[in-house]
């Protein structure tokens, strides 16, 4: 099969990657430099269903030595006064063995690796634009150019959008007090925020609030923000320094209503994008790359190819949906002071300490999707 794949970020470039393997001849367009693809400050946790795909594209060792594994997953809910702790032991038998809850994960050296991949595989040609001159000449065409996808726009395929009025903040910090090999996801009623091991004593905060209070904290001189992140850290954890300049961005919420249009597939956030809390956009955006690849390898869709599409679309819309449900839940959750919402949120605790079939189930769900 030919395909035209239009974007090679992190999805579109791992999605050249695997539809090459499968045996197809891949043209890749982007019109971004390698420089401007990989230097962006961004972090991402990765999965045990992002690190089966990269096992299944022969990745893996060569991710292995960019990632920081974590042991813990700590769950606190400062509403609640409540706390509850994911260990290795809560995961599968078969994902036990890797000795990590899951890993954290720096932007340039996850893209790096990808681009560095491509460049031995030889039924991949990167074409320096983002418009296909003639899309007549392949079976299928991926859209991957992210959320504001000028692709998506000219084709005018429909889609529920909307803002949280929340920014995001990220920070590298250096902290005392924490295990280097823990991870926390925090639910406040100002947005959840997590903290997430980057080696030794190095940590990324990613706290989500509202745009004005964000404004308000990203304005702070240096010591005054140093304040700040302290009193939203958990009792025991001290914060040394900070290590780079804060970065910010807005959230927003983006699902269409169909992964397709005609022979044209929508992969990543070009499909979906959700709140970041859980670290789930990665993974979900590259388990659409699993699917797909999928279903090109399978031999009647493979001759059939003009129903890849819809099937497509189908076979991933519960894995989505029910991430964006969890995800817009679970910022809604932490965001509300009604006292009605801390009956379920007290149950939700109780279960996790006290029932393993539902803690694997949730632990199962945030690891290997739905």
């Not at 979900?284 to 890849?308: A, M």
């Amino acid at each position: 099969m030919n395909i035209a794949i239009i974007g090679s970020g992190l999805t579109g470039s791992l999605s050249a990657i695997s539809l090459a393997n499968a045996g197809c001849r891949v043209d890749l367009y982007e019109r971004l430099t390698d420089d401007e693809l990989i230097n962006r400050d961004r972090t991402y946790a990765i999965t045990h269903s992002s690190r089966k795909i990269l096992e299944k594209n022969g990745l893996w060792k060569q991710f292995e030595s960019h990632l920081v594994p974590f042991q813990y997953l700590n769950i606190i809910d400062y509403e609640l006064n409540k706390k509850f702790q994911f260990l290795i032991n809560d995961l599968s038998i078969s994902d036990q063995k890797y000795l990590a809850v899951g890993w954290i994960a720096e932007h340039k050296n996850v893209m790096l690796t990808i681009l560095k991949s491509i460049s031995t595989i030889d039924n991949i040609n990167r074409i320096p634009t983002s418009i296909i001159p003639n899309t007549s000449n392949y079976d299928l065409v991926v859209v991957a150019d992210g959320s504001n996808s000028n692709t998506k726009k000219k084709l005018k395929t429909p889609s529920l959008c909307f803002s949280y009025d929340q920014m995001c903040i990220t920070v590298k910090v250096l902290l005392r007090g924490v295990k280097s090999n823990e991870a926390f996801e925090i639910l406040n009623s100002e947005g959840p925020f997590a903290v997430l091991p980057l080696g030794g004593d190095l940590f990324q905060i990613i706290c989500s609030q509202s745009i004005e209070k964000g404004k308000y904290n990203m304005s702070k001189s240096k010591s005054l923000f140093l304040d700040y992140l302290s009193s939203i850290l958990p009792y025991g954890i001290d914060l040394d320094t900070i290590v780079d300049e804060p970065k910010s961005f807005p959230i927003n919420f983006v699902f269409n209503y169909l992964f397709f249009s005609g022979k044209y597939i929508y992969l990543g956030e070009t499909a979906h994008k959700f709140h970041p809390v859980g670290g789930q956009g990665l993974n979900l955006c590259w388990r659409d790359v699993d699917c797909l690849e999928k279903l090109i390898s399978n031999k009647f869709l493979k001759n059939n190819h003009s129903f890849i599409p819809i099937t497509y679309s189908l076979s991933r819309i519960f894995d989505v949906l029910s991430i964006s449900i969890f995800t817009d839940s679970l910022v809604r959750y932490s965001r509300s002071n009604f006292y009605i919402f801390s009956l379920p949120r007290k149950f939700i605790f109780f279960l996790l300490k006290k029932c393993p079939i539902f803690r694997k189930f949730i632990i199962n769900a945030m690891t290997n999707g739905f």
